[in-house]
T-cell receptor, first 110, second 114 residues
Framework: LAKTTQPISMDSYEGQEVNITCSHNNIATNDYITWYQQFPSQGPRFIIQ???TKVTNEVASLFIPADRKSSTLSLPRVSLSDTAVYYCLVNKAAGNKLTFGGGTRVLVKP | DAGVTQSPTHLIKTRGQHVTLRCSPI?????VSWYQQVLGQGPQFIFQYYEKEERGRGNFPDRFSARQFPNYSSELNVNALLLGDSALYLCASSLTSQGGNTIYFGEGSWLTVV
């Protein structure tokens, strides 16, 4: 099982860039790295997924080094509404089952 | 386009009762998974179904069961409810059961057992 480790919490301020690093030391060759955002009482919302190098979409960037043992989610210019729990997961090649850890609670302050 | 839809959104049951939760996947998605999220924790995998067959099962007792219908919708059933079954039950869908597929979640069904 590819276990992930990420900070329990992070504080930031509006307009800043937030970077959350996740380690997944025993990721397998065909596994993907996926990040979700979750607000209280809502289902997790897909943010971004990648396999290697860098992936960017309209809300975030994902940086994955060559050894793929870690990844960094980058949220540019956060706002108060980005306050949420962010989960880093390894999407296993076999079975498409997600194993959630505790996530990172990001608090964006005015 | 409609996302993953779940019903009911909230329900209250008494210990020992049975509950059925329903899920409609995103149109075109053939894989449905169920997760349980207890307050303050991350979601825990319960089941995955693909093409009406069970493809994965998490560490949950036999009181939990599920099925997938020909239209790819799914039901999660929980028998003999315990207080500890109180949680947010999440349904997720993806195109196939293969890894790397993006998995999308519904807003969940809040179950309170009293």
């Amino acid at each position: 099982l590819a276990k992930t480790t990420q900070p329990i919490s992070m504080d930031s301020y509006e307009g800043q860039e937030v970077n959350i690093t996740c380690s997944h030391n025993n990721i397998a060759t065909n596994d993907y790295i996926t990040w979700y955002q979750q607000f209280p009482s809502q289902g997790p919302r897909f943010i971004i997924q990648g396999y290697k190098t860098k992936v960017t979409n309209e809300v975030a960037s994902l940086f994955i080094p060559a050894d793929r043992k870690s990844s960094t989610l980058s949220l540019p210019r956060v706002s108060l509404s980005d306050t949420a729990v962010y989960y880093c997961l390894v999407n296993k090649a076999a079975g498409n089952k997600l194993t959630f850890g505790g996530g990172t609670r990001v608090l964006v302050k005015p | 386009d409609a996302g993953v839809t779940q019903s009911p959104t909230h329900l209250i049951k008494t210990r020992g009762q049975h509950v059925t939760l329903r899920c409609s996947p995103i149109s075109g998605h053939k894989s449905v998974s169920w997760y349980q999220q207890v307050l303050g924790q991350g979601p825990q995998f319960i089941f995955q179904y693909y093409e009406k067959e069970e493809r994965g099962r998490g560490n949950f007792p036999d009181r939990f069961s599920a099925r997938q219908f020909p239209n790819y919708s799914s039901e999660l059933n929980v028998n003999a409810l315990l207080l500890g079954d109180s949680a947010l039950y999440l349904c997720a869908s993806s195109l196939t059961s293969q890894g790397g597929n993006t998995i999308y979640f519904g807003e969940g069904s809040w179950l309170t057992v009293v």
